[in-house]
């Protein structure tokens, strides 16, 4: 019978071991499987405790960020033939009993869980394509118009009164957009009003001016022109679209290319069939003796790509090239509860008070996490989601 194991890659600075240790803690409540550490024991800055660490010289030129994607990729060159393991960022912290069940969801010859984005979205982050900087500058165009039309004239608005009413009228401006039927009437009588839009007995909108006032004709807020911005900007309104689009024809605001896509069939001769592809996310996977060459291709691609000032150095973006080389690509995923992302960049990740558990598309689903991966603000302790995390650990000990 195979032996189930867990394993954690990392090597380098503290924080990292920090962050290891702390995940290895959580786990060690739940798990009654072993857990490995591989490492390079001489590139560490603190000292790993832990009872099974597996000590592997990592190429000296390496940075210790290529290094431990080199160890994490070749996992299967490193670690025990005959045995089960599941792979885990140092970043995911086990919040349940039902953690070791994962073990039974395997399927050949490798399994992992979704990303919490898809390929064009993911595409700038691996590859060095200047889109994110591109996407920057326009940004900073439309803001800069923004902030001389617009928040000069509503900086002037100092009475305490009317700030209030502000903060009324954009709490009911939330309220519209959160509701589908309110949305559409209040979007139709809008588009039947004339030069002012009434939106209930407290407020009313001058259309042409772009202007909230109070009823009794006090302004409180000043909108955007769009005309004015179109013409300072270059940028056009889409009213259809209800996107704001650059010279190219494309939203200022969606991160989306396509050179991941390109870039791996020029480096690899592989081609994505499926241009926005639900990619898979590597912080938690499930392999064994199966796994060997897909593991064994994936590693190779990683290892070139470190030698290409054309790729960032991640490892992404070589999985999901192996994916369809290995026909991968309809491969079923883990259901999200076994790598529930805890983006900080997310606006759609909420708490559910009601059920105490989680969602990241602003309460549509709600999971109750058996890993949570939490990669960007760790340790935030102004952040609701890390207090629920601390929550969940300190009711569990």
């Not at 030129?61 to 160890?71: P, V």
């Not at 994490?72 to 960022?89: A, E, V, W």
Request: aromatic share 16%; charged share 25%.
């Amino acid at each position: 019978m195979k032996n189930n194991i867990f394993v954690f890659v990392v090597c380098g600075v503290k924080e990292h071991i920090d962050t290891l240790h702390f995940s290895i803690k959580c786990l060690m409540k739940f798990t009654k499987f072993q857990i490995f550490v591989v490492t390079d024991v001489e590139r560490n800055e603190i000292e790993i405790i832990h009872h099974k660490i597996i000590d592997i010289k990592t190429p000296p030129n390496y940075n210790h960020h290529q290094a431990s994607i080199f160890l994490k990729t070749g996992l299967h060159k490193f670690l025990p033939k005959g045995n089960n393991y599941c792979y885990l960022d140092s970043d995911v912290i086990a919040l349940s009993a039902f953690c070791d069940q994962i073990f039974d969801l395997f399927i050949a010859p490798i399994r992992f869980a979704p990303d919490h984005c898809k390929i064009q979205k993911f595409s700038p982050h691996a590859v060095n394509c200047g889109c994110s900087i591109k996407w920057s500058k326009d940004r900073d165009i439309f803001n800069t118009a923004i902030k001389e039309m617009v928040n000069t004239n509503n900086e002037k608005i100092v009475d305490h009164y009317l700030i209030d009413k502000q903060k009324e009228l954009q709490f009911e401006l939330e309220l519209i957009k959160k509701t589908r039927i309110k949305k559409i009437f209040i979007g139709f009588k809008y588009f039947i009003s004339f030069s002012k839009f009434k939106l209930n007995q407290t407020f009313f909108f001058d259309k042409k001016n772009r202007v909230w006032h109070l009823s009794s004709g006090e302004k409180i807020f000043y909108e955007f022109n769009v005309t004015k911005i179109e013409t300072v900007t270059g940028f056009r309104y889409s009213r259809i679209k209800q996107q704001w689009l650059n010279k190219d024809g494309i939203n200022i605001w969606d991160d989306h290319c396509n050179h991941l896509a390109q870039f791996i069939f020029n480096t690899f001769n592989i081609k994505i069939r499926k241009p926005n592809w639900q990619h898979w996310n590597g912080g938690v996977f499930l392999f064994n003796d199966l796994s060997y060459k897909f593991l064994e291709s994936w590693h190779l691609k990683t290892l070139k790509i470190f030698e290409l000032s054309d790729w960032k150095t991640r490892d992404q973006g070589t999985l999901i090239a192996t994916a369809w080389e290995f026909n991968l690509s309809c491969q079923p995923v883990l259901d999200k509860k076994w790598n529930f992302i805890a983006d900080f960049q997310n606006n759609g990740l909420v708490l559910d008070s009601a059920s105490g558990g989680i969602s990241d598309n602003n309460l549509n689903n709600i999971y109750h996490p058996i890993f949570v991966h939490v990669y960007h603000n760790w340790g935030n302790t102004e952040w609701s989601i890390w207090k629920w995390i601390m929550n969940k650990i300190d009711i569990l000990n």
